[in-house]
T-cell receptor, first 115, second 113 residues
Framework: QKEVEQDPGPLSVPEGAIVSLNCTYS??????FMWYRQYSRKGPELLMYTYSSGNKEDGRFTAQVDKSSKYISLFIRDSQPSDSATYLCAMEGPPGGAGSYQLTFGKGTKLSVIP | DTEVTQTPKHLVMGMTNKKSLKCEQH?????MYWYKQKAKKPPELMFV???????INESVPSRFSPECPNSSLLNLHLHALQPEDSALYLC????????????FGEGSRLTVL
């Protein structure tokens, strides 16, 4: 079993739809959870950063972490064509612990928002 | 300024060439990273510098040689590369070694002929 599982898609939605992106993981030591957006041929851009369980909202984006289920989600409300990109989840363990000092990425989900 | 700047954006080199990739950040971050990304794959960690000292080397071949001249700069020296080394090379920085909030540059796309 891979440490982080993420459906690669592709996922196509109409403009204005609510998008749900998900990752599951197996390493219970992960404490820091991130979502990155990567446009074609560009570097990843940090979208959301959460520590431990809970929700975090930033504009149209909401990140959810459920440590008991080892499951994280990113929701995009009122999706726009400019949201078309690959979304990568990433996780990191506590300092000095398992999975620390480096990010473990999911494979990324390619999203297309159709006008 | 939340920017990580990488140069050059594109690089084509032969297998006998020596070239360098450069990265700069002015956010006062103390940790800097090199990642390699192949098409349709997530980034793979190569090297990590913390306070200008090499902290992690992920068993990268010696034809890749990192250098951190100061807290704002990170270089990756390339020599005798193979065609399979063609990839997007990403530089990133973070406030400290394990904050998780990595900021990436746009990458240097390397083609080895």
């Amino acid at each position: 079993q891979k440490e982080v599982e993420q459906d690669p898609g592709p996922l196509s939605v109409p403009e204005g739809a609510i998008v749900s992106l998900n990752c599951t993981y197996s390493n219970s030591a992960f404490q820091y959870f991130m979502w990155y957006r990567q446009y074609s041929r560009k570097g990843p851009e940090l979208l959301m950063y959460t520590y431990s369980s809970g929700n975090k909202e930033d504009g149209r984006f909401t990140a959810q972490v459920d440590k008991s289920s080892k499951y994280i989600s990113l929701f995009i409300r009122d999706s726009q064509p400019s949201d078309s990109a690959t979304y990568l989840c990433a996780m990191e363990g506590p300092p000095g612990g398992a999975g620390s000092y480096q990010l473990t990425f999911g494979k990324g989900t390619k999203l297309s928002v159709i006008p | 300024d939340t920017e990580v700047t990488q140069t050059p954006k594109h690089l084509v080199m032969g297998m006998t060439n020596k070239k360098s990739l450069k990265c700069e950040q002015h956010m006062g971050h103390r940790a800097m990273y090199w990642y390699k990304q192949k098409a349709k794959k997530p980034p793979e960690l190569m090297f990590v510098y913390s306070y200008e000292k090499l902290s992690i080397n992920e068993s990268v071949p010696s034809r890749f040689s990192p250098e951190c001249p100061n807290s704002s700069l990170l270089n990756l020296h390339l020599h005798a590369l193979q065609p399979e080394d063609s990839a997007l090379y990403l530089c990133a920085s973070s406030q400290d070694l394990f904050t998780g909030e990595l900021f990436f540059g746009e990458g240097s796309r390397l083609t080895v002929l």
